[in-house]
């Protein structure tokens, strides 16, 4: 994850296990996961089965946002292309620091995703496929930096109304590996658009993953000009605060 035109309000959903975890995981879910899908899109959930570029083969799209997942904050950035109808190929890179332990921890993620949307409508029923791979590091400064790792694969699913309202749904199975340690999970996400104007769109989602509470987030993207949009979101998470401000450019 910021929310790009046709594409709903996010993908795939935030992952966290109940109970402390060590800093990597922490900023490698924080803001490496959520986002290598939160950028611009600024930390969406739920995916909608838009393509990057108004949809058409050979465009493009880039995404610029600062992210704060409680007390970590970073910038994050991706690029995506679509080769022909219907695939979206995706690069997104983020960088968080979490100034809670002395000295400050950074953590940088780089993240991969395909997302193949055959099913396409402007009103009614949208559906497609998103694999994503990502890998995030931990500077533990003095100490072997700790990696994370992990592959995910997620539904997509998008309702849309002749009025222009959008509703997301996103089920998906995430594979983690932490220091030699695995997780799976299955996660959701369910994302809601209301057109205020022409140019101005609201945006919910509620997203989580089994065993662990959801996360609740709201906020509002407006297309200043013809492909460049900017957006911001607030929300709660677990005893947490989340926001994200973001630009993005399609072309």
């Known amino acids: 994850m910021v929310f790009i035109q046709g594409e709903g309000y996010g993908e795939g959903a935030e992952y966290r296990t109940q109970g402390r975890r060590h800093a990597a995981n922490r900023a490698y879910w924080g803001r490496a996961h959520r986002d290598l899908r939160s950028r611009s899109r600024t930390g969406r959930a739920a995916d909608g089965g838009g393509r990057c570029g108004h949809g058409r083969e050979g465009g493009a799209k880039l995404e610029f946002g600062w992210v704060r997942d409680d007390k970590e904050r970073g910038a994050e950035a991706s690029i995506a292309y679509v080769p022909f109808g219907g695939l979206e190929i995706e690069l997104g890179y983020v960088r968080t620091r979490d100034p809670d332990p002395d000295p400050s921890l950074w953590a940088h993620g780089l993240g991969v995703a395909v997302k193949w949307v055959p099913l396409q409508a402007e009103s009614g029923l949208s559906a497609g496929l998103k694999y994503e791979y990502e890998r ?51 996660t959701w996400g369910v994302g809601l658009e209301q057109p205020l104007g022409e140019r101005l769109t609201l945006a919910a989602e509620v997203f989580g993953a089994e065993d662990a509470r959801p996360d609740r987030q709201i906020g509002l993207r407006y297309e200043v000009v013809d492909g460049f949009i900017v957006s911001a979101a607030v929300g709660r998470g677990s005893d947490r605060s989340i926001a994200n401000v973001g630009c993005a450019w399609e072309f």
Request: charged share 25%; proline share 0%.
């Open 136 to 186: 995030a590091r931990v500077d533990l400064r003095g100490q072997s930096d700790e990696i994370a790792r992990a592959n995910g694969v997620t539904g997509l699913l998008s309702w849309g109304l002749a009025s222009g309202q959008h509703v997301h749904l996103n089920l998906g199975r995430e594979w983690v590996r932490v220091e030699g340690e695995n997780e799976v999970a299955n």
